[in-house]
């Protein structure tokens, strides 16, 4: 079996694709910023590597020798300065892979991600996509996320104390949208395969689009308010909703850029819908996690 290390273990892809390849037999390398949180994988037969994803050095180590790599910059939504700690984790993170001779790795990006400006925090995946571009020794796969379903989860406080479902995106506008666990399957399928050569981009649709006058109904259902209504708020108000809620400023800023970019058109699958980049799971197997969570606001 293969020796694979993978960034983010504890983070919603990272810990799905962790446990996934230790099911299939290979070697895992968890990687993250607390050993303590990791503890679960080492107990299942992960080797930890805790560290600090900035430091180079730290993720030439964790890469050395290893077969594969999954590829993510983690952040922290409630520190300022995003797109400096994305850029200076996004150097360490190509310089580590070059340097280690990684054969295949599989980075997370996002839909977007081709457009240089304007974008909101979807430029930092097109200036990691473009670091990823120069690695001379290493096939890349860059997969191309829908949003989250997961994201839901912080828009809840508002429906709690709010009344509706409150975001800046246009309320009949359909978005594909896709459960973080499907990514963790591509990205296990392709790390376990590596039936890919040089560089190339996947799209991951999740299984169909949705608006946010449909996700409010969807909601409403789950947490018993089939009245349940979107509400658009302006890009200002959102960005300041964020932050009152203790996203930093200036992500907070960068999401509503985001939604801006999806109301417009400017973000958009490349591929188009097809079988190959829609996946299978629902909006509606969340429902439980959804409506324990709304359950458990104070």
């Not at 983070?11 to 099911?23: M, P």
């Not at 990687?31 to 080797?47: K, T």
């Not at 290893?66 to 993510?72: I, P, S, T």
């Amino acid at each position: 079996m293969s020796e694979i290390a993978v960034m983010g273990a504890t983070g919603h892809t990272g810990s799905v694709i962790a446990r996934n390849l230790l099911a299939l037999g290979h070697r895992v390398r968890a990687m993250g910023r607390s050993a303590e949180r990791l503890e679960s994988l080492r107990q299942q037969g992960a080797q930890l590597h805790v560290g600090n994803c900035a430091d180079a050095a730290y993720l030439e180590r964790a890469f050395g020798g290893a077969d594969a790599v999954y590829a993510m910059m983690p952040f922290d939504p409630t520190a300022p300065g995003f797109m400096a700690l994305q850029r200076t984790q996004g150097q360490a993170i190509v310089s580590a892979l070059q340097a280690a001779r990684v054969p295949h790795v599989v980075a997370l990006s996002s839909l977007g991600a081709e457009q240089p400006t304007g974008t909101g925090v979807l430029v930092s995946l097109h200036e990691q996509e473009q670091r990823l571009a120069a690695l001379q020794h290493s096939h890349v796969l860059k997969l191309r996320p829908a949003m989250f379903f997961e994201g839901l989860f912080n828009l809840l406080p508002g429906v709690k104390y709010g009344g509706s479902l409150a975001d800046a995106f246009a309320p009949d506008l359909p978005i594909p949208m896709i459960a973080t666990r499907d990514i963790a399957d591509a990205a296990t399928a392709a790390l376990d395969q590596r039936g890919w050569t040089g560089h190339r981009v996947r799209e991951l649709l999740g299984p169909g689009d949705l608006s946010h006058n449909q996700l409010a109904t969807l909601v409403g259902g789950v947490i018993g308010q089939p009245a349940l209504a979107y509400q658009q708020l302006p890009y200002e108000s959102a960005a300041q909703g964020m932050a009152q809620a203790g996203i930093a400023p200036d992500l907070a800023d960068l999401l509503a850029e985001m939604a801006r970019a999806l109301n417009e058109g400017r973000v958009r699958t490349v591929e188009g819908r097809n079988a190959g980049n829609t996946t299978p799971t629902p909006l509606q197997a969340l429902g439980p996690a959804l409506k324990a969570a709304y359950e458990a606001l104070p």
